[in-house]
């Protein structure tokens, strides 16, 4: 029986276009999907928009159109993003969907009638930015260091609490095997052995936006109970998720109020929870409210979705690390034309002109299939993609060793062309459209990782077309 492997990313808000980050997160998870898909994975993989937030009413009133209209057009854009950059998400889940809203009004029903839902008066600090009550701890100067630029203001409201102070040594045990990586599930632990766990608002008046609480028509639903079960909404009978993708600014919520959601109602909880960090520029965080938006869709009208999806796989997920189009274009250029794009087109004409003739492919044996499954193992992409690109090297200079449009040697240009199938499957997960068209041209299709180990069958190859063109710098 084929396991299935439910991977999600985080749900994106449609109040702004989508930015260099969202990219980031979905072409992280659409990789590890592909992987799992190598290895015979039955994957289900959603991704989708969060549209109940008082922010996208508030965004939709400056734009003097209706809410609804407005989170319709923007979600468009967020489906948009996902085909160009080949995502392979399965199913893309709208919290203003009719699916979702019954299942958050349902667990939030069954929390109360567990009596972990009840109703008190809340005071504190509050991010319109963040659309969270923040503590003294979580600011800087009096301000929300996500959103230095908005006032932090003070609201006091009748609401409804969930008792996660309830659940702390339940969540003390389930999350050392939950979190990746370490750093960040020692953060959490710490947090939780030492901070005491408040009860959480989960209740907003005065919205004429948002989910109706089942219990009280008064109130709408507030962010978690909404949010957070999307992943339940969307899931299509695949609970539990096998791992939820995230970034760092939210591991509390998916690491700590997540699961005592999940605990409280009688869910299965999450296997894994993957944390990345942020993409900066020039060392500067990139977000709305400083101006230093990179919008994907940009720069997919002007460069390849692979180009975008190779360079943003090249950062480390685990540390932030800077982007910028400078770097897609030196990773486009570098590695990708100059040495994969370069070896193919090579390799491809030499042994369309001279035909292939197959013997035991030593240059296989230099590439490490096992440590770059390891890296994987570790969501250690970037990692990985450097042992492939190592391989490369060494097809290249396997190349320039054996001089193959001196000897015309069909078997050296066999042992080549099986070299680069191999190529083509690894890169697969990070840049699929390529992968797909060397696929074909060495006449077959990518199905899994065991394809590597089983030597190439066909007789004939034909020229690859040109897979990557090098970019001018500033264009
Ligand atoms: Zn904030």
Request: net charge neutral; aromatic share 10%.
């Amino acid at each position: 029986m084929t396991k299935k492997f439910y991977i999600t990313t985080a749900i994106d808000y449609v109040n702004a276009r989508p930015h260099i980050g969202h990219a980031f997160e979905k072409v992280l998870a659409d990789a590890i999907a592909r992987w799992q898909k190598l290895n015979g994975k039955e994957v289900f993989f959603l991704t989708g928009t969060d549209e109940n937030a008082q922010k996208n009413a508030q965004a939709a009133k400056e734009a003097g159109i209706p809410t609804q209209e407005f989170v319709d057009k923007n979600s468009k854009i967020f489906i948009e993003l996902c085909k160009k950059l080949s995502i392979s998400n399965d199913d893309f889940i709208r919290t203003t969907e009719q699916r979702h809203v019954k299942t958050a009004q349902e667990i939030f029903k069954k929390a109360y009638d567990k009596g972990d839902i009840y109703k008190g008066t809340y005071e504190g600090s509050y991010c319109y930015g963040c659309e969270a009550y923040k503590t003294e701890k979580d600011l800087v100067d009096g301000k929300c260091p996500q959103h230095p630029n908005r006032e932090i203001v003070l609201l006091k409201e009748e609401a409804y609490f969930f008792k996660l102070s309830k659940y702390r040594d339940q969540l003390i045990e389930f999350v050392p095997k939950y979190i990746i990586p370490k750093s960040k599930k020692n953060e959490i632990l710490s947090r939780l052995k030492t901070e005491e766990l408040k009860d959480l608002c989960v209740s907003r008046t005065n919205l004429d936006w948002g989910i109706d609480s089942p219990i009280d028509p008064k109130f709408k639903i507030y962010v978690w109970i909404d949010a957070l079960t999307n992943y339940i909404s969307g899931a299509s009978g695949n609970w539990p998720a096998d791992l939820h993708i995230i970034g760092k600014d939210i591991n509390w919520f998916h690491s700590v109020i997540w699961p005592a959601i999940l605990i409280s109602t009688d869910y299965e909880l999450p296997k894994k929870l993957l944390v990345h960090s942020f993409l900066n520029l020039k060392g500067t965080k990139i977000s709305k409210s400083l101006g230093n938006i990179i919008d994907p869709l940009k720069l997919l009208e002007n460069y390849p979705s692979d180009s975008l999806r190779y360079s943003l796989l090249r950062c480390n997920i685990f540390e932030d690390s800077d982007y910028s189009k400078d770097i897609l274009i030196e990773r486009n250029n570098k590695e990708l034309a100059d040495k994969l794009g370069n070896l193919i087109s090579r390799v491809s004409a030499l042994a369309e002109k001279n035909g292939i003739e197959k013997i035991e492919n030593s240059l296989l044996k230099k590439l490490k299939l096992e440590e770059i499954k390891k890296k994987f193992e570790e969501y250690e992409l970037d990692k990985a993609l450097t042992l492939i690109f190592e391989f490369v090297d060494k097809c290249n200079t396997y190349v320039q060793e054996k001089k193959p449009w001196e000897t015309q040697d069909k078997k050296v240009l066999y042992e080549l062309v099986d070299s680069i199938k191999a190529l083509s499957i690894l890169l697969w997960p990070f840049i699929p459209e390529t992968s797909e068209k060397i696929a074909k041209s060495l006449g077959f299709e990518i199905k899994s990782l065991d394809q590597i180990n089983n030597p190439l069958e066909v007789k004939s190859i034909k020229k690859s077309p040109i897979l990557f063109e090098k970019i001018k710098m500033g264009e």
